[in-house]
Every structure is written in C-alpha cells, then in structure tokens.
C-alpha cells in the first residue's frame, strides 16, 4: 500500500466536488458531505479510514492516501476508537497528519472483548453487506454460522453467507443438501455457494459487493482472503494453505484493510476469527431464529421456557418435525451468552437474572416433590 509524503497544506485545493470524485468508489455520498460540512470551515479534510495499525490509520482522501496519527480521538471506550471503514476529518499538516473527528456510523459490527470485562470491539465501520465466509472443505458448523449472522443483525448491515471452495464438493446433490442446511440455519439470509477456483459464483457475489460496502467475516481458513483476491481480480491478500488434518489455516490477514473494487464498491478483509463472542446482540439473535420466536407468540403461557409446559408451540413443531431441536438449543445458547454480556454492566437486570434462578429453582423443587408425593405442597 503507498502512502503519500507529508508536505504542508495538503487539503487546501480541495473542495466537496474534489472530494465527491475522488471518494465516490470509496462510498462518499450526499449524506456523508452533509455530515462533514462542518469540518470543511476547520480546513479538514474527509477521508475514509482503510487500514489501522497501533495508533495510527491509513487514510484514503482526494489528495491520495495519507497515514493519520490518531491520538485526538483515542478515547479509553474501545467502542470508540478509530477503525476501518471510518468517515474521518483529517488535519492536513503534519507527518504524520492527525485524525481530528469521525462522522458518525451508520453501521458497525461488533463483538465482545476476550476479557472478562463487559467490552465491545469494533470490527468494521458503517459496512452495507455482512459476508460469513464458510469452507465446504470443513464441517459445516452450523451453531458458528448463526453466532456470526446474530452480530452481523446487529450491526445494521445485510448479512449474507457465501459458502466457499465449492469445487471441493462436486457432486450437486450433496452441495444442495448442504446449502439448504445452512439456510435453514440463516433465515431471510441469502446462500450462495462460490469457488474462487473455477470462478462459479463469483459475478453473483461481485454484483451484491458492487452496492456498498462489504466485510468479509469467518474463521482462519474459510478462504476470505482467496475471496478478496478473485473479487479484485489480483493477488493482493497473503493466502496460505489450510491444514489437510481439520481444514483449518494459520491467521494470513492480520489487519482489517478496506480495498476498491474494480467493478464496484468497497470490501473490508478481516483476520480470521477464532473467538466470536455477543455483544448486546439480543435483536440480532431475535432475527436469525425468526422461526422460533414466530412459534412462541402461539404459546399457551407467555413465558414459556420451552421445555415441558403444557401448550409449547416450539416444542409441538419439534415433535412434529417442523423445527430441529438443534435450533433450539443453538437459540437458547446465544440467549443465555448475550443476558450474561449485558447483565455484567446491568446491575438491574443482573438482580432480574437471580430471581429467575430462584424461580426455576422453586418450581425443579416442588416438581420433583410432586413426583415423589403426587401431590402439590
């Protein structure tokens, strides 16, 4: 990636038309102007954020691509600092220049923090599409797919799930069995199959990328970066082989850099994710099993837990073979995760949790007295 020199007074020739050209393949449109208008009479230039590494960020504006310390905006809350996809107002002066403002995001994917504080991490910054690359070199994971559609709800962005390396499985009864698999698992979700090998698939996933901006999502070894490089059209992301023991592969991204299609849009490559946890994404779960939500509206108690009460809509459609009971208990999984995220920055809801406990407990209680008695106490 080049980086152009420093010199003085870079951004005093450009104007908003300047930019609206210079930027429009990076996705600079009439709302992000309006949003930076103010920062036009501070002499500061827009820029859009693709690359950020130790405190300092790559940024492309009409000028070329500047590096930008970014110190200024480098607060202590991790949900705000400066990542890739950010619109920025850029202080010309200065080697490095310094990020001074960032536009407010219309997106944003997130996750938790690996510690055991209730953080978030941004991954990507005002993103359209949310691509969850799968291997079909690998066994489908069917719990990951669904943990990474919840966040990619969450953000505000499309999710889609593009299923790579399809020419490893080239016999099509056993492809279309495993597409339908995951969309079962990704309701209202778009599946394609791809191979960035024989091509199959790629003008279709190219015209979705083509309308936005899109970041690529999934493990080491799912194939993002041989993605991103077929949608380029040049080998611009470092590939190496997976494993032949578990089809898993080393970390070759290791920043989120955000690159220009040639036909279109712009796409974020991320390093493969090992860890994926929630971060308040109970909307984004709500959406990725529709189906089971949709079910309990026709449950007889309105706090139904699913299980053994009489009139569970859920568990008749399981019965009945309607809905798996993996989904279920997926379901169930990113619940409980998501309230134990929340609840530790939630003093209130954290006492609503203890209370059901003691509820459930309560009602374990008196059935297995029942059971032994046959009666109620």
């Given at each position: 990636?080049?980086?152009?020199?420093?010199?003085?007074?870079?951004?005093?020739?450009?104007?908003?038309?300047?930019?609206?050209?210079?930027?429009?393949?990076?996705?600079?449109?009439?709302?992000?102007?309006?949003?930076?208008?103010?920062?036009?009479?501070?002499?500061?230039?827009?820029?859009?954020v693709?690359?950020?590494?130790?405190?300092?960020?790559?940024?492309?504006?009409?000028?070329?691509?500047?590096?930008?310390?970014?110190?200024?905006?480098?607060?202590?809350?991790?949900?705000?600092?400066?990542?890739?996809?950010?619109?920025?107002?850029?202080?010309?002066?200065?080697?490095?220049?310094?990020?001074?403002?960032?536009?407010?995001?219309?997106?944003?994917?997130?996750?938790?923090?690996?510690?055991?504080?209730?953080?978030?991490?941004?991954?990507?910054?005002?993103?359209?599409?949310?691509?969850?690359?799968v291997?079909?070199?690998?066994?489908?994971?069917?719990?990951?797919?669904?943990?990474?559609?919840?966040?990619?709800?969450?953000?505000?962005?499309?999710?889609?799930?593009?299923?790579?390396?399809?020419?490893?499985?080239?016999?099509?009864?056993?492809?279309?069995?495993?597409?339908?698999?995951?969309?079962?698992?990704?309701?209202?979700?778009?599946?394609?199959?791809?191979?960035?090998?024989?091509?199959?698939?790629?003008?279709?996933?190219?015209?979705v990328?083509?309308?936005?901006?899109?970041?690529?999502?999934?493990?080491?070894?799912?194939?993002?970066?041989?993605?991103?490089?077929?949608?380029?059209?040049?080998?611009?992301?470092?590939?190496?082989?997976?494993?032949?023991?578990?089809?898993?592969?080393?970390?070759?991204?290791?920043?989120?850099?955000?690159?220009?299609?040639?036909?279109?849009?712009?796409?974020?490559?991320?390093?493969?994710?090992r860890?994926?946890?929630?971060?308040?994404?109970?909307?984004?779960?709500?959406?990725?099993?529709?189906?089971?939500?949709?079910?309990?509206?026709?449950?007889?108690?309105?706090?139904?837990?699913?299980?053994?009460e009489?009139?569970?809509?859920?568990?008749?459609?399981?019965?009945?073979?309607e809905?798996?009971?993996?989904?279920?208990?997926?379901?169930?999984k990113?619940?409980?995760?998501?309230?134990?995220?929340?609840?530790?920055?939630?003093?209130?809801?954290?006492?609503?949790?203890?209370?059901?406990?003691?509820?459930?407990?309560?009602?374990?209680?008196?059935?297995?007295?029942?059971?032994?008695?046959?009666?109620?106490?």
């Amino acid at each position: 990636m080049s980086v152009s020199g420093s010199g003085s007074g870079r951004g005093a020739g450009s104007t908003p038309t300047d930019t609206a050209t210079a930027l429009a393949p990076y996705g600079w449109d009439e709302g992000w102007a309006e949003a930076f208008a103010p920062y036009y009479a501070q002499g500061l230039l827009p820029g859009r954020v693709i690359r950020v590494d130790r405190g300092q960020c790559d940024v492309v504006t009409a000028e070329g691509t500047v590096r930008a310390d970014t110190a200024f905006v480098t607060p202590h809350d991790p949900m705000r600092v400066v990542c890739t996809g950010d619109w920025v107002a850029v202080q010309p002066e200065g080697n490095p220049c310094h990020v001074r403002a960032y536009l407010p995001r219309r997106t944003a994917f997130v996750r938790s923090t690996s510690s055991r504080r209730s953080e978030g991490q941004i991954l990507a910054a005002n993103v359209d599409h949310a691509v969850v690359a799968v291997s079909l070199a690998a066994e489908l994971e069917l719990a990951r797919v669904e943990r990474f559609l919840a966040l990619a709800w969450e953000s505000g962005a499309q999710p889609l799930v593009v299923l790579t390396k399809a020419d490893l499985v080239p016999d099509p009864v056993t492809r279309s069995h495993l597409v339908a698999d995951v969309e079962t698992s990704a309701p209202g979700v778009p599946v394609y199959a791809v191979s960035a090998r024989t091509g199959e698939g790629l003008d279709v996933l190219a015209a979705v990328a083509a309308g936005g901006t899109s970041v690529l999502l999934g493990q080491s070894g799912a194939g993002k970066s041989t993605l991103a490089n077929a949608l380029l059209g040049e080998d611009v992301m470092d590939v190496r082989a997976v494993r032949d023991a578990d089809g898993k592969g080393r970390h070759t991204t290791t920043t989120r850099n955000l690159l220009a299609l040639p036909g279109g849009g712009v796409l974020i490559d991320t390093p493969g994710l090992r860890g994926v946890g929630l971060y308040d994404a109970a909307t984004g779960v709500g959406q990725v099993f529709a189906e089971i939500e949709e079910l309990a509206e026709g449950c007889r108690f309105h706090d139904c837990a699913h299980e053994s009460e009489p009139g569970c809509a859920v568990q008749e459609a399981i019965a009945e073979g309607e809905l798996p009971h993996r989904r279920l208990e997926s379901y169930r999984k990113l619940l409980r995760e998501n309230q134990r995220i929340v609840a530790q920055s939630d003093a209130r809801l954290r006492s609503e949790i203890r209370k059901d406990w003691k509820r459930k407990d309560a009602q374990a209680r008196a059935a297995m007295e029942f059971k032994r008695g046959g009666h109620w106490r």
